[in-house]
């Protein structure tokens, strides 16, 4: 079914702390099976921006709708299930890789799988047993690629990567936006995410650079 209006619509949305903007107006529109790039300086707000995106932070001004609905009228939990902030530095959980990927379970009652686990795994080339290994046994490229499989156990329609490939190395980048690319194409998933990488920039789908915050300053798609 087809609709006449974005599914994440972003009208003029601000920031502000103690009397300082640290973000600057931003409007933007994104579409099922659209892959958005925020690039711009430090201090530009786009970590900023998607953490009010994903309500970790309220906004200033303006407003934002989600499927025509502003998301200050939504379930809190409900809207996270359907638009998931991923974090720079993966927040994990419990003792286990399997705690963190049966938490999503967990969270809707219902009882993990551990055969779709293990899948899920092998989408970032991540082997089978390390479902059972120690979170402090890690790398830092797995710890991400766990917290990032994490947020897709149960595919939202929005997905919200803040800097998620920025410390990793090559062949682990290539691996993440790999994932993420086949869940544009195919599964019609909505991106929102943040980079500094020229190659990233270079191959993105769209791109909206953000300017810090200044008197007249507005951040709109060019």
Same mark, same amino acid.
């Given at each position: 079914?087809?609709?006449?209006?974005?599914?994440?619509?972003?009208?003029?949305?601000?920031?502000?702390?103690?009397?300082?903007?640290?973000?600057?107006?931003?409007?933007?529109?994104?579409?099922?099976?659209?892959?958005?790039?925020?690039?711009?300086?430090?201090?530009?707000?786009?970590?900023?921006?998607?953490?009010?995106?994903?309500?970790?932070?309220?906004?200033?001004?303006?407003?934002?709708?989600?499927?025509?609905?502003?998301?200050?009228?939504?379930?809190?939990?409900?809207?996270?299930?359907?638009?998931?902030?991923?974090?720079?530095?993966?927040?994990?959980?419990?003792?286990?890789?399997?705690?963190?990927?049966?938490?999503?379970?967990?969270?809707?009652?219902?009882?993990?799988?551990?055969?779709?686990? &293990?899948?899920? *795994?092998?989408? +970032?080339?991540? %082997?089978? !047993?390390?479902?059972? @290994?120690? $979170?402090?046994?890690?790398?830092?490229?797995?710890?991400?690629?766990?917290?990032?499989?994490?947020?897709?156990?149960?595919?939202?329609? &929005?997905?919200? *990567?803040?800097? +998620?490939?920025? %410390?990793? !190395?090559?062949?682990? @980048?290539? $691996?993440?936006?790999?994932?993420?690319?086949?869940?544009?194409?195919?599964?019609?998933?909505?991106?929102?995410?943040?980079?500094?990488?020229?190659?990233?920039?270079?191959?993105?789908?769209?791109?909206?650079?953000?300017?810090?915050?200044?008197?007249?300053?507005?951040?709109?798609?060019?």
């Amino acid at each position: 079914m087809t609709t006449d209006y974005p599914l994440l619509d972003v009208q003029g949305v601000t920031f502000s702390l103690q009397g300082r903007m640290l973000l600057a107006p931003v409007s933007l529109q994104l579409n099922a099976g659209e892959r958005l790039l925020l690039t711009g300086p430090s201090g530009s707000g786009k970590s900023t921006l998607l953490k009010i995106l994903a309500t970790l932070l309220e906004p200033s001004g303006g407003q934002i709708l989600f499927k025509n609905q502003n998301i200050a009228s939504l379930k809190t939990e409900h809207y996270r299930q359907q638009v998931s902030y991923c974090f720079q530095t993966p927040q994990l959980f419990g003792d286990t890789v399997y705690d963190n990927l049966a938490l999503p379970w967990h969270i809707r009652q219902q009882k993990p799988s551990r055969d779709k686990l &293990v899948e899920s *795994l092998a989408d +970032v080339h991540l %082997a089978a !047993d390390m479902l059972d @290994k120690k $979170i402090e046994q890690l790398s830092g490229g797995e710890k991400q690629r766990v917290g990032l499989l994490r947020n897709l156990q149960f595919l939202p329609q &929005v997905l919200l *990567l803040d800097e +998620v490939t920025s %410390a990793l !190395d090559e062949e682990n @980048k290539v $691996i993440i936006n790999a994932l993420i690319d086949s869940l544009v194409r195919e599964k019609h998933l909505a991106v929102i995410g943040i980079s500094h990488d020229g190659q990233e920039i270079r191959e993105a789908q769209q791109v909206l650079k953000l300017e810090a915050p200044e008197q007249g300053t507005t951040n709109e798609p060019a």
